[in-house]
Nanobody, 117 residues
């Protein structure tokens, strides 16, 4: 079955950096556009970034443009999100999944990112 295991979150001060990882299994990873989402309690899940199957095309949500970088390693089925110049409003649980317009039904546990001084 499709599974996602996110890691790398934590508590960081404003202006700091974190690198998130997501190991995917249960489907042919290299064939799929992959995405990062985030969610704050009481709000809808928000698309953060997406990357094409081969990694040549990336896109970002406006709030994270020029600060976050998405990448992937199709050799080990891993998706990454490099987050720089973090802001308190980046605080959320971060999830990875497949194509942004049609994610898989399964979701991982996510990884908590907290930006606070």
């Amino acid at each position: 079955q499709v599974q996602f295991v996110e890691s790398g979150g934590g508590l960081v001060q404003p202006g700091g950096s974190l690198r998130l990882s997501c190991v995917a299994s249960g489907f042919i990873f290299r064939n799929y556009v992959m995405s990062w989402f985030r969610q704050v309690p009481g709000k809808e899940r928000e698309l953060v970034a997406a990357i094409s199957s081969a990694g040549g095309t990336v896109s970002y949500g406006i709030p994270v443009q020029d600060r976050f970088t998405v990448s992937r390693n199709n050799g080990n089925n891993t998706l990454y999100l490099e987050m720089n110049r973090l802001k308190p409003e980046d605080t959320a649980v971060y999830y990875c999944n497949g194509p942004p317009e049609k994610p898989f039904d399964s979701w991982g546990q996510g990884t908590q990112v907290t930006v606070s001084s």
